[in-house]
């Protein structure tokens, strides 16, 4: 895929400015907040950026690929689009640009279950490549049903989540009233007058709606009957009895997010799960838990031969993927990222985005004389 990269934009943060000029405050504070006092949120970042790189110039070079193998799959870059909920508010048709973007770049792209296009859809867009994230319903006729329609679509991961066993408590939302569609009171409705392009685009493509969940949601539901519907359905806490049923159930690989400790990496290894994400959920879960970087290290040390270890969780640009994989993730994923290119450029945002990533990592791969992407951990400074 031709790199494109719209120059007004060379980097996440210069999205981001854009993103919050161009979509409503709470759609922009649902995207961009953590949970808490967002201690974690900017941990994730800040530790992150605290690993260094030491380079070998004088070696000889024959060159750097970004080709990394993950799954038995040779993917383009080293790092794939994390799973994210209600894409459609942020941007209408985002989660379909960016599952479009992931495919013409050949890197992974992870459906929520609670986003905006459907599974048969995002597997047409990928051509069954997409992975799918399930958030564990109550009812095992409804968890068989969506896993059925995953493996009839060809996903090839399905990622399953620990880190939810509970909601982010996230004050911004409180504060937003934040629902699905948006709810239209006084403060809402003059931050959408303020964003003509995103309500144009909005009214364009319609309202959005969970699209995975819609077969099973009773219609015209009020939004209180919306809480209860989810609260009803999901039921976050995971365990060895959740797990077990969907490991048998599962031929394609399964891949347990959200894991920061050695003790959920080694029941993941004890109950046959093919991969892990070392993962907080990008700082909105647990404010008072380590950035995802720290428990990040050891994992990979300790189960990196038994398991895929990934990471996401404030990864911003080239250099930071870099230093995640020096740090021992295998590959990695980023949310945020992804959707501040969306919503900040639209129908462009995922090209330039995945663009702008690749180009970045390529000149740390040349700079540091890294030929694969195993290299970089060769280079770290300890
Ligand atoms: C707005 C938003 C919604 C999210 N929704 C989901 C979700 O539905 N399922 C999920 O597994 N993770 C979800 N996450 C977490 C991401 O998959 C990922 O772990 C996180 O964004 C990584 O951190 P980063 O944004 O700093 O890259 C969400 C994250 C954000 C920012």
Redesign the pocket.
């Known amino acids: 895929m031709e790199i494109k990269i719209d120059t007004r934009y060379p980097s996440i943060d210069d999205l981001r400015t854009r993103a919050q000029q161009k979509i409503p405050k709470f759609a922009f504070e649902?995207?961009?907040?953590g949970c808490n006092e967002d201690v974690n949120?900017h941990r994730?970042?800040s530790e992150l950026r605290e690993v260094q790189l030491k380079p070998n110039y004088l070696r000889d070079h024959h060159g750097s690929s970004l080709k990394t193998k993950l799954f038995g799959v040779e993917y383009d870059a080293p790092f794939g689009i994390?799973?994210?909920?209600?894409?459609g508010l942020?941007w209408p048709n985002s989660p379909e640009i960016l599952a479009k973007a992931a495919f013409d770049h050949n890197v992974p792209f992870?459906l929520?279950?609670?986003?905006t296009t459907s599974i048969e859809r995002a597997a047409e867009i990928t051509e069954g490549k997409s992975w799918f994230?399930l958030?564990h319903p109550t009812e095992n006729r409804l968890r068989d049903d969506i896993i059925k329609r995953a493996e009839a679509a060809e996903c090839p991961v399905l990622?399953i989540?620990c880190?939810?066993p509970t909601f982010g408590f996230r004050p911004r939302d409180v504060r937003n009233g934040l629902a699905m569609p948006p709810k239209l009171n006084l403060s809402n409705v003059l931050q959408v007058f303020g964003r003509p392009h995103w309500g144009l685009q909005t009214l364009k493509h319609g309202i959005p709606a969970f699209k995975v969940l819609e077969p099973y949601m009773p219609k015209g539901l009020d939004l209180n009957q919306l809480g209860k519907f989810m609260n009803d359905t999901f039921s976050g806490r995971l365990n060895e009895e959740k797990i077990k049923p969907i490991r048998d159930m599962w031929k394609g690989k399964l891949v347990l997010?959200?894991v920061a400790s050695d003790y959920d990496a080694e029941e993941a290894i004890r109950l046959g799960i093919d991969g892990i994400?070392v993962?907080?959920?990008?700082?909105?879960q647990l404010d008072a838990g380590q950035s995802?970087i720290k428990p990040l290290a050891t994992i990979a040390e300790k189960y990196g031969d038994q398991i895929e270890v990934m990471m996401?969780?404030?990864?911003?640009s080239g250099p930071d993927v870099a230093r995640a994989m020096a740090s021992g993730a295998k590959f990695t994923?980023?949310?945020?990222?992804f959707?501040y290119g969306v919503s900040a450029l639209g129908k462009n945002g995922g090209n330039h985005t995945i663009s702008l990533l690749k180009t970045e990592l390529q000149q740390v791969m040349e700079q540091l004389n890294c030929e694969k992407t195993s290299d970089f951990k060769n280079h770290l400074i300890r």
């Open positions: 649902y995207l961009d907040g949120l994730n970042t994390s799973p994210v909920g209600l894409q942020m992870i929520s279950t609670v986003t994230q958030y990622v989540l880190d939810v997010k959200g994400i993962s907080n959920h990008g700082g909105r995802s996401d969780s404030g990864v911003r994923f980023m949310g945020r990222s959707m």
